[in-house]
């Protein structure tokens, strides 16, 4: 099977996760952290499961592996990238990241070249990883070829997908209702957590449960993705401002609605009249965004009780197997390093004990946790993947 380069965002372990889950492929990181490897059948699939994801920048196909080297042969490295450049508009971007890097291989060398066969070319700056995706999103025709070492090979890659820096922007920034006092999901993380939960390849057109909703960035990534989102939370100002945001969406996207927000009270039983679910996918109340360091043991304590309270109570309304993606919070210094207090260190101590707990109550974790956060940040986010047994 042919095979494709995915270019992990800032959270790499989180990204990775993602793109197995939604590839359904066994995913190898290269050496430097940032690209992952999956083989898939063709250009086709790889942009399908790339546009589904949230955590990956870009995804690049192989045009060429050997050594640079080696002009002996019909299709060198430098012949390729010439027969590439040539084919499309003649604005090209090239990064080279190759530790066997191929004499005179530069972009000044492959203009020359160009220029003689007749071809003009212009050269678009590149950075480590190729092109930046904000001039690929406004000139879709430049072709971004990065060159990079794999098991003592080189290899040619051309990117044919990235990310919508716009459209990721327009539903974090322009959806009509959003409480920045109680902060705000990442449109990206909202993706990131239900593909983590329903993701798979066979799991299209999943029931998803955010019981703790706020603006409703789970619920609208989630519709979508295809998904038929539920959604309820205790402030009214949410439950509605969610229904505008699913409304804002389904004009800006001409999705049908469907979809349901309701107001509940987490930690209350859960309505009888709720469909058995595939997943619930959420961001619970983390406690104060900038706490002291004295409140943390006794500000965790009351958020480790209403977790334990709510896992209990959703388990009637997940099916067997179900998965429960959940954000908690993981307590850094003022400076965002997570070494040093002792209330830290005590309220991370109850964070694992809650996790101890969670076999009783009919979970086990899925995988390892992943961090989320933004530098300097207090509150952090860790993101568990639990599953109903």
Same mark, same amino acid.
């Given at each position: 099977?042919?095979?494709?380069? %995915?270019?992990? @965002? ?7 996760? $993602? ?17 992952? $490897?999956? $083989? ?6 790889? !942009? ?15 045009? /060429? ?16 990238? *010439? ?12 990064? &080279? ?53 794999? !098991? ?5 890659? !051309?990117?044919?997908?990235?990310? &919508?820096?716009?459209? /990721? ?9 959003? &409480? ?12 990131? *957590? ?19 909703? #706020?603006?409703?960035?789970?619920? *609208? ?8 989102? /539920? ?9 509605? @401002? ?34 058995? *679910? ?8 983390? #406690?104060?965004?900038?706490? =002291? ?19 209990? =109570? /959703? ?28 209330? =830290? ?16 109550? #009919? ?6 946790? %992943?961090?989320?956060? =933004? ?5 952090? !986010? $860790? ?7």
């Amino acid at each position: 099977m042919p095979k494709f380069y %995915f270019l992990l @965002g800032s959270f790499p372990q989180l990204a990775r996760a $993602e793109l197995a889950t939604v590839s359904g492929q066994r995913v190898e990181i290269l050496a430097d952290g940032r690209l992952a $490897e999956v $083989e898939l059948n063709d250009d086709d699939q790889a !942009r399908r499961v790339y546009h589904q994801l949230g955590g990956s920048v870009k995804v690049f196909k192989q045009i /060429w592996a050997g050594q640079p080297d080696d002009d002996g042969q019909p299709n060198n490295l430098k012949r390729v990238l *010439m027969a590439t450049i040539s084919s499309g508009s003649g604005q090209f971007g090239l990064s &080279n990241q190759s530790t066997q890097p191929s004499p005179g291989l530069t972009e000044q060398w492959l203009k020359q070249q160009l220029k003689a066969d007749g071809v003009k070319a212009r050269f678009r700056p590149s950075e480590r990883w190729g092109v930046t995706t904000a001039l690929l999103e406004h000139h879709p025709d430049v072709i971004d070829l990065v060159i990079t070492s794999w !098991r003592e090979q080189v290899l040619a890659l !051309r990117s044919i997908a990235s990310q &919508n820096i716009s459209d /990721w922007a327009k539903r974090d920034r322009r959806k009509p209702y959003a &409480n920045r006092r109680k902060g705000l999901l990442p449109p990206k993380l909202a993706r990131i *957590m239900v593909n983590l939960a329903v993701g798979g390849p066979q799991q299209q057109h999943s029931l998803i449960y955010d019981p703790f909703c #706020g603006s409703g960035s789970i619920l *609208m990534e989630a519709a979508l993705l295809g998904h038929q989102p /539920w959604g309820s939370d205790l402030d009214r100002s949410a439950v509605e @401002g969610s229904l505008d945001n699913l409304s804002w969406l389904s004009s800006e996207y001409n999705l049908t609605p469907n979809w349901s927000v309701f107001r509940h009270d987490a930690g209350q039983t859960i309505p009888a009249n709720l469909p058995q *679910m595939d997943a619930v996918v959420t961001e619970p109340f983390l #406690g104060k965004l900038t706490p =002291r360091p004295a409140e943390l043991a006794g500000m965790f304590r009351g958020l480790s009780k209403m977790y334990l309270g709510a896992l209990k =109570r /959703w388990r009637s309304v997940l099916k067997a197997g179900a998965r429960v993606v959940i954000i908690m919070p993981r307590f850094s210094d003022s400076h965002g390093r997570t070494d040093g207090s002792t209330d =830290r260190q005590s309220a991370d101590r109850q964070l694992s004990v809650l996790i101890d707990k969670l076999p009783g109550l #009919g979970y086990t974790t899925d995988s390892e946790s %992943f961090r989320y956060s =933004r530098p300097n940040a207090v509150t952090e !986010r $860790e993101i568990f993947l639990l599953k109903k047994h």
